[in-house]
């Protein structure tokens, strides 16, 4: 007789002080995309794991942010957790935190996947789980300022394990600090605020999965003068060329429409592209398939006239 696998039990608890630390970096940040590392300890006891976040760790001052995008600043969070870990010898580095709240996009995104079941499959990887507690929108309530969700990855295991807010726990206890790091740190200047846009955008999220797939040369940047997102980049056509495109949101437009533009001067296609300063797209991905499809249909009519 067989005997399935007992499905693992998760309990999170996370220190009150540890949780407002994410809140901020949002409030500091809410057009980029931003995050930090999760420390604490846990124990693992026949399938049971009961976490306990008691830090956090700044995502440092050279992190990389766009509103798709986030990478932290691996050799700063390293001193301080060092420094931590001087203290509190039974500190551990238990996942990762970042936030969707600025795109609107409701859960892990694809790349985010990718990247935890690689890492807690690490060999260096120091423990058998990895946590990754996610910022999905901010509260118009406030309490609490933003709402969260919680996912467990296990090595060895295909599973994404969505820890329930049944299972989670905020706790009034001391949150642990690097103190000689703190304490020895020159005043900083606050973080730059960033430019102020809409609301969050749910396409954003899908458009750069779509792109970093299919058009990776196709970059997300922000535009200083009007904080609109856009996408720049070449864009491959069926004659082996390749055109410069820009597809940007109309941060004016409460209905999120995008346009598109190129610098292509092919006189071929000259016809097409003077429709497209009026059009208008519901996503910056189905703006640059229409001109793709619109370009190289013009350069196949072209060469077989």
């Not at 996942?95 to 409701?106: D, I, K, L, M």
């Not at 309530?141 to 919680?150: L, S, T, W």
């Not at 955008?201 to 609109?228: I, M």
């Not at 491959?236 to 390749?242: A, W």
Request: hydrophobic share 35%; net charge neutral.
């Amino acid at each position: 007789m067989l005997f399935r696998a007992k499905k693992p039990v998760f309990s999170i608890a996370i220190a009150r002080g540890a949780l407002e630390a994410v809140f901020d970096e949002c409030d500091r940040y809410d057009v980029d995309e931003t995050g930090g590392r999760l420390l604490g300890t846990y124990r693992h006891d026949q399938g049971r794991y009961d976490i306990e976040v008691k830090s956090v760790l700044e995502p440092g001052p050279n992190a990389q942010r766009t509103p798709t995008y986030f990478l932290q600043d691996g050799d700063h969070q390293e001193k301080l957790f060092r420094a931590l870990e001087a203290s509190h010898p039974d500190i551990e580095h238990l996942g990762n935190w970042h936030t969707h709240h600025v795109n609107g996009y409701p859960t892990l995104s694809g790349g985010d996947k990718q990247t935890y079941f690689k890492t807690v499959n690490h060999e260096k990887h120091n423990t058998d789980f990895f946590y990754a507690l996610l910022v999905t929108s901010k509260n118009r309530g406030g309490d609490p300022r933003y709402a969260v969700k919680h996912f467990i990855f296990r090595r060895g295991d295909e599973t994404i394990y969505e820890v329930l807010a049944n299972d989670v726990r905020v706790v009034d206890t001391p949150v642990l600090r690097p103190r000689t790091i703190i304490e020895s740190a020159e005043p900083r200047d606050p973080p730059p605020q960033p430019p102020q846009t809409c609301a969050a955008n749910p396409e954003r999220a899908k458009d750069q999965e779509f792109f970093a797939e299919f058009y990776p040369g196709l970059k997300a940047l922000l535009s200083a003068g009007t904080g609109a997102l856009y996408w720049k980049g070449p864009l491959p056509l069926v004659d082996g060329s390749r055109v410069d495109v820009v597809t940007m949101e109309d941060p004016d437009d409460k209905m999120r429409s995008y346009s598109i533009a190129t610098s292509c001067k092919k006189p071929v296609i000259a016809d097409v592209l003077t429709q497209y300063p009026a059009r208008k797209f519901r996503s910056a991905r189905h703006a640059v398939l229409q001109l793709e499809r619109d370009l190289n249909e013009a350069l196949y009519r072209g060469k077989m006239g």
